[in-house]
């Protein structure tokens, strides 16, 4: 009568080890990649304002270029974890190294388009015709590091494939760490200005993929894959991606809608949207570090034929998502005092963004379900599902949100749309979930 139960805590033990050995270097990878920008905003800020506004430009349409691109990490994960879990590691870095390729070209492709065009992007977004200069130097010069940041992306879903989520940790740290050194050298030793500041994150980029490309070349050489570009394979890897890059632009859809709503209810509102976007933010690396352990896993367990072992750890990870959603929220409330004023010293920006955060911490368990179901769905390489429903979400939300102003609502009632988006992606990976169809075993799908 004992031995179930005793069995079943074994089990839960074990998935609790190692959803947290790849979640939390996981964590610590994703945070420290914002950390590059945030350099380079604190070296060039006491350059002067236009350098300043100009490197905000600049830096927010390098963001979305490789957010954009993301799927690379996230599809290269679930097919060499398959592979993984298949016990065919040379066919596991075969799909990796294909998706390398891909990022390759993907990057030179975005530096062909880019390169002419900087001045036009930075038009589009509106910089001033001081800051317009400045936001093109730093374009120019960072777009060439965007091959080196999506092979990045690639090389990091291969080791997290791999079940190896330390390496792009040790990475990412030293990456930043090398960024930081970089900056201060070539901005102000080196008299560079913004372009000195670029070229530091552009070297530091590349010194990073190397560090990848070796990790992954010793790997692919200790059981004999080859390196040479597979026409069929790099196909495959960018049509495994295309799902997921709708998924991605549906999601952004959502966040440009968000601010553009609150832009137009004046410049309080988007001051105290702004902050709590980036608590959102902040919070969104925390539930995304177990999604990425959850498309590793799912992936190498759905890889070994293991269909119940994929829904035990599927159920244990929604719970360790609700937990962490609930952690959350408690500590934006509980911490509010503290880093409120770090934001905004302003009594107004403060009144109007109390209300709204206290939404954002309610939907934080929400959040939890959400995210672990993505990488979960993500992991089983479920990628034409998860497209169709961030559409839908999107279609609900876009409306939502829009009627915002219209009806006289304010922040809160905006974020209380947002809150109505996060609902409704749970309700569509609740219900893939529980019908089973994401459970396809076999190193392919």
């Known amino acids: 009568m004992t031995q179930a139960p005793t069995s079943t805590k074994a089990a839960l033990r074990r998935h609790d080890r190692e959803i947290l ?185 590349c010194g990073m993929a190397a560090a990848y490309l070796v990790v992954v070349v010793r790997g692919a050489r200790r059981h004999d894959a080859s390196l040479r570009p597979d026409a069929s394979g790099i196909r495959a890897s960018a049509q495994a991606g295309v799902p997921l890059l709708v998924r991605t632009l549906s999601l952004r859809a959502v966040l440009m809608i968000a601010t553009a709503v609150a832009a137009r209810m004046g410049d309080t509102e988007v001051a105290a949207h702004q902050i709590i976007l980036s608590l959102w933010s902040l919070m969104a690396f925390a539930l995304d570090a177990i999604a990425i352990a959850g498309q590793a896993i799912i992936g190498r367990y759905l890889g070994a034929d293991d269909a119940e072992g994929a829904r035990q750890v599927c159920r244990r990870m929604v719970q360790w998502g609700v937990v962490s959603g609930v952690v959350l929220g408690l500590l934006l409330i509980v911490a509010r005092p503290a880093f409120i004023p770090l934001f905004t010293g302003d009594p107004d920006v403060r009144s109007t963004l109390l209300p709204a955060l206290l939404v954002v911490a309610l939907s934080q368990p929400v959040s939890g379900v959400v995210f672990v179901l993505d990488g979960v769905l993500m992991g089983a390489g479920d990628g034409p599902y998860l497209a169709w429903a961030m559409l839908l979400t999107l279609a609900v939300f876009a409306p939502a949100a829009l009627l915002v102003p219209v009806l006289g609502g304010g922040l809160t009632s905006l974020w209380g749309a947002m809150t109505l988006m996060m609902t409704v992606r749970m309700g569509t990976l609740w219900f893939r979930m529980r019908s089973g169809r994401w459970i396809v075993t076999g190193a392919t799908r």
């Open 21 to 205: 050995s790849l979640a939390l270097p996981a964590f610590g990878a994703l945070v420290a990649e914002p950390l590059f920008l945030m350099v380079d905003s604190a070296i060039v800020g006491h350059l002067g304002t236009p350098q300043l506004a100009g490197l905000a430009i600049a830096g927010a349409l390098l963001s979305t270029a490789v957010s954009v691109f993301v799927f690379l990490a996230y599809a290269t994960t679930a097919a060499v974890a398959r592979r993984v879990g298949a016990g065919d590691l040379p066919a596991a870095l075969r799909q990796g190294i294909d998706g390398i390729w891909l990022a390759l070209l993907l990057g030179l492709a975005v530096v062909a388009v880019t390169l002419p065009t900087a001045p036009w992007l930075v038009q589009l977004f509106g910089a001033s015709e001081t800051a317009a200069p400045h936001a093109t130097t730093y374009l120019r010069v960072s777009i060439l590091g965007i091959p080196a940041m999506l092979i990045v992306l690639a090389a990091t879903g291969v080791l997290r494939g791999l079940q190896d989520t330390r390496t792009p940790l040790y990475v990412a740290i030293g990456g930043f760490a090398v960024n930081g050194v970089l900056n201060v050298g070539l901005v102000y030793g080196a008299g560079l200005g913004i372009a000195g500041s670029a070229w530091g994150t552009v070297i530091a980029q």
